[in-house]
């Protein structure tokens, strides 16, 4: 090994699928990281499925098949990033560099064994070094992994992001640089809010609940990583040379200000599920919650309240993810049974919007103006969670849009924020 290329910087670059949509794309990004590479760079590549392949492999198996196991559905969908490795590797021999393509079984990824939504829990990176201290630039498929029985598994939607910083982790990389197509992490989703402002640096917390409460630019779970490893995330786009945002560790001093609401998100894919008139007896959400942890299914929002209809009976309302809705209401009948009382509704048309910013742990008041300004536009509250830097309140999913451009408007998130008292 050279002592040359040991001190080389090594560089984990990831492309989603906008990004490599088309053959064009594929080789515009070919040619960014050849001249990464050339700078004097090592190079690890993360890559997404080529635009919708994963959705149209998901509507692909539905054709055949109305509930698809999903040990099967994962080696589908990783077929997307199979693909894209291999071609993206071709079109950087095609331009005269070493590249070398990986899937989940070469890239020494373990995960769990929780198909569609597996954790990472252990990378051997032994050959993506080998790899690039060969000088190849090593072009690995995001989003999969292999179990403890070698079935391939992936990583949830977006999953790629997360490939990505767990590569950076396992091979010590110097940064890990997401490319995406928009230019960075903005106030709000740029395609709802125009007047939306990109943010030049975001705290680690501050990203991790945007992501988790909707903003998909991040996967969160890509962002527990880099937080947890002190990574820092370069945020930008594919298509230009903009200076994108920097995720980063909170400093004890702010070298920025802080604004007391940082971005608004909006999360669609939610639905609500109540159980009503539940006997008021101990164990009783235990259980309820037990039988979903079962199934892995993630439970959301809670909230608990007397019921209006008899003393001594409880309804529960929580959320979960539209695509578990079905599972989670098959899964509670049994339940019910057994806690013989109680019914279940629920609704498929809500949403969550959120404002999210490590000011206003010193701010008061803010959640306040969130309720006066979505009472202002008619948006009637559902369920409302509070956490130290963030607000959310479930609406109906229509409304959304409009919620969020409001509160973007209300907390003037399009022009320079005003910073938090005591920042
Ligand atoms: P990729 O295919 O590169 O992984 P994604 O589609 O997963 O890209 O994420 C990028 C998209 O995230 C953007 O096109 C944008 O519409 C959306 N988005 C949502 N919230 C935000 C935000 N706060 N800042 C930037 N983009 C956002
Ligand atoms: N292709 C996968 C998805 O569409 C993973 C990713 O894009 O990050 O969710
Ligand atoms: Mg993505």
Same mark, same amino acid.
């Given at each position: 090994?050279?002592?040359?290329?040991?001190?080389?910087?090594?560089?984990?670059?990831?492309?989603?699928?906008?990004?490599?949509?088309?053959?064009?794309?594929?080789?515009?990004?070919?040619?960014?990281?050849?001249?990464?590479?050339?700078?004097?760079?090592?190079?690890?590549?993360?890559?997404?499925?080529?635009?919708?392949?994963?959705?149209?492999?998901?509507?692909?198996?539905?054709?055949?098949?109305?509930?698809?196991?999903?040990?099967?559905?994962?080696?589908?969908?990783?077929?997307?990033?199979?693909?894209?490795?291999?071609?993206?590797?071709?079109?950087?021999?095609?331009?005269?560099?070493?590249?070398?393509?990986?899937?989940?079984?070469?890239?020494?990824?373990?995960?769990?064994?929780?198909?569609?939504?597996?954790?990472?829990?252990?990378?051997?990176?032994?050959?993506?070094?080998?790899?690039?201290?060969?000088?190849?630039?090593?072009?690995?498929?995001?989003?999969?992994?292999?179990?403890?029985?070698?079935?391939?598994?992936?990583?949830?939607?977006?999953?790629?992001?997360?490939?990505?910083?767990?590569?950076?982790?396992?091979?010590?990389?110097?940064?890990?640089?997401?490319?995406?197509?928009?230019?960075?992490?903005?106030?709000?989703?740029?395609?709802?809010?125009?007047?939306?402002?990109?943010?030049?640096?975001?705290?680690?917390?501050?990203?991790?609940?945007?992501?988790?409460?909707?903003?998909?630019?991040?996967?969160?779970?890509?962002?527990?990583?880099?937080?947890?490893?002190?990574?820092?995330?370069?945020?930008?786009?594919?298509?230009?040379?903009?200076?994108?945002?920097?995720?980063?560790?909170?400093?004890?001093?702010?070298?920025?200000?802080?604004?007391?609401?940082?971005?608004?998100?909006?999360?669609?894919?939610?639905?609500?599920?109540?159980?009503?008139?539940?006997?008021?007896?101990? +164990? #009783? &959400? *235990? /259980?309820? @919650?037990?039988? %979903?942890?079962?199934?892995?299914?993630?439970?959301? $929002? =809670?909230?608990? !309240?007397?019921?209006?209809?008899?003393?001594?009976?409880?309804?529960?309302?929580?959320?979960?993810?539209?695509?578990?809705?079905?599972?989670?209401?098959?899964?509670?009948?049994?339940?019910?049974?057994?806690?013989?009382?109680?019914?279940?509704?629920?609704?498929?048309?809500?949403?969550?919007?959120?404002?999210?910013?490590?000011?206003?742990?010193?701010?008061? +008041? #803010? &959640? *306040? /103006?969130? @309720?006066?300004? %979505?009472?202002?536009?008619?948006?009637?509250?559902? $369920? =409302?969670?509070? !956490?130290?830097?963030?607000?959310?309140?479930?609406?109906?999913?229509?409304?959304?849009?409009?919620?969020?451009?409001?509160?973007?408007?209300?907390?003037?998130?399009?022009?320079?924020?005003?910073?938090?008292?005591?920042?």
């Amino acid at each position: 090994m050279s002592g040359d290329r040991e001190h080389r910087p090594l560089v984990v670059m990831k492309f989603g699928g906008s990004s490599v949509a088309n053959p064009d794309r594929m080789k515009n990004v070919a040619r960014r990281i050849i001249d990464k590479k050339r700078e004097g760079n090592r190079c690890v590549v993360v890559v997404s499925a080529m635009g919708d392949t994963t959705d149209d492999l998901i509507d692909l198996s539905k054709k055949i098949n109305a509930d698809p196991p999903d040990r099967e559905m994962d080696l589908l969908m990783s077929a997307g990033e199979q693909i894209s490795s291999a071609l993206l590797a071709m079109a950087i021999q095609a331009e005269g560099e070493k590249a070398a393509a990986f899937f989940a079984p070469q890239l020494g990824i373990r995960t769990d064994s929780v198909h569609t939504k597996a954790r990472i829990v252990e990378i051997d990176g032994t050959r993506l070094q080998k790899e690039i201290t060969n000088g190849n630039i090593a072009v690995c498929a995001g989003f999969q992994g292999l179990d403890a029985s070698n079935d391939i598994t992936t990583l949830g939607r977006g999953g790629s992001d997360t490939t990505a910083v767990a590569l950076a982790v396992a091979l010590k990389a110097d940064v890990c640089e997401v490319y995406t197509d928009v230019d960075g992490i903005y106030t709000a989703d740029p395609r709802v809010v125009p007047e939306a402002r990109k943010i030049e640096r975001i705290y680690f917390d501050e990203m991790l609940e945007l992501a988790s409460l909707g903003a998909k630019v991040m996967m969160n779970r890509s962002i527990e990583f880099a937080k947890k490893y002190n990574i820092p995330l370069h945020v930008r786009s594919s298509l230009n040379g903009n200076a994108g945002s920097w995720i980063i560790e909170e400093e004890e001093t702010p070298m920025m200000e802080r604004p007391i609401v940082r971005a608004v998100a909006a999360d669609k894919d939610q639905a609500r599920i109540t159980a009503i008139d539940l006997p008021d007896v101990p +164990g #009783v &959400a *235990a /259980k309820l @919650f037990g039988g %979903l942890a079962e199934s892995n299914i993630n439970v959301d $929002m =809670i909230v608990q !309240s007397s019921s209006e209809h008899e003393i001594g009976k409880n309804d529960i309302a929580f959320t979960v993810a539209s695509t578990d809705l079905k599972r989670a209401v098959e899964r509670l009948k049994p339940v019910l049974k057994d806690l013989s009382g109680g019914s279940i509704v629920f609704s498929d048309d809500v949403a969550k919007v959120s404002i999210v910013g490590v000011g206003m742990r010193s701010h008061a +008041g #803010v &959640a *306040a /103006k969130m @309720f006066k300004s %979505l009472a202002a536009a008619g948006v009637n509250i559902e $369920m =409302i969670s509070t !956490s130290e830097i963030k607000v959310s309140c479930i609406i109906s999913r229509s409304k959304a849009d409009e919620a969020v451009r409001r509160l973007h408007a209300a907390f003037e998130l399009g022009r320079q924020a005003p910073v938090a008292a005591g920042a």
